[in-house]
């Protein structure tokens, strides 16, 4: 078995989004929970973040929310976590899902998952961490995105070797197995 990790998950908190992302983020949790491992999330009870936390739930696992106290009401709060921080602004939970994270793990979302994975790996980049980041390509959400940082690449503002602080996956088990395989 492998060793426990703490997985930060970014993904939305919108539940206008198609059930196929629904489907990725319960499986998501269902397999960190299989796993022995730990959610570490941004504490909302809606969209695919709450999806993603009441699966671990359902399959006896840890949650551990963080969210911004601004964002306690609008986001419905996952109360039901095993350990909820409420913090003062988004930066604040964003160095404690940073600081209690083994891996970090990208569904998908909108703006601000963009924010926190784009974050996630330019702080590998710069060695502020080696924790590995799995991005998962559910339904080529990502594509455009993966376009994007080849274009970066192509073009001289980013480095080839950069390709390397991420990997790429088209579903949740793959997410887990490469997590338990290189790090666990």
């Excluded at 993904?11 to 206008?16: E, K, M, P, W």
């Excluded at 609008?74 to 039901?80: G, L, P, Q, S, T």
Aim: net charge negative.
């Amino acid at each position: 078995m492998a060793v426990p990790l703490s997985i930060c998950v970014f993904c939305a908190s919108s539940d206008a989004v198609e059930e196929v992302f629904f489907d990725a983020a319960s499986h998501l949790g269902s397999l960190i929970a299989d796993g022995g491992h730990t959610l570490v999330y941004g504490g909302g009870a809606i969209g695919l973040m709450g999806a993603l936390a009441r699966a671990v739930h359902r399959h006896a696992g840890r949650v551990v929310g963080i969210i911004p106290n601004a964002l306690v009401e609008h986001e419905v709060a996952y109360h039901d976590a095993d350990e909820l921080v409420v913090t003062q602004d988004i930066r604040q939970r964003k160095a404690a899902m940073d600081l209690r994270a083994d891996a970090f793990v990208a569904l998908p979302g909108g703006f601000g998952t963009l924010e926190e994975l784009i974050e996630a790996l330019t702080h590998r980049q710069l060695n502020y961490h080696a924790k590995p980041t799995v991005i998962v390509n559910v339904d080529g959400f990502y594509d455009p995105l993966l376009a994007l940082f080849d274009h970066l690449i192509s073009r001289r503002f980013a480095k080839a070797h950069d390709r390397a602080s991420y990997e790429v996956v088209a579903d949740p088990a793959e997410a887990i197995a490469i997590l338990e395989r290189r790090w666990g």
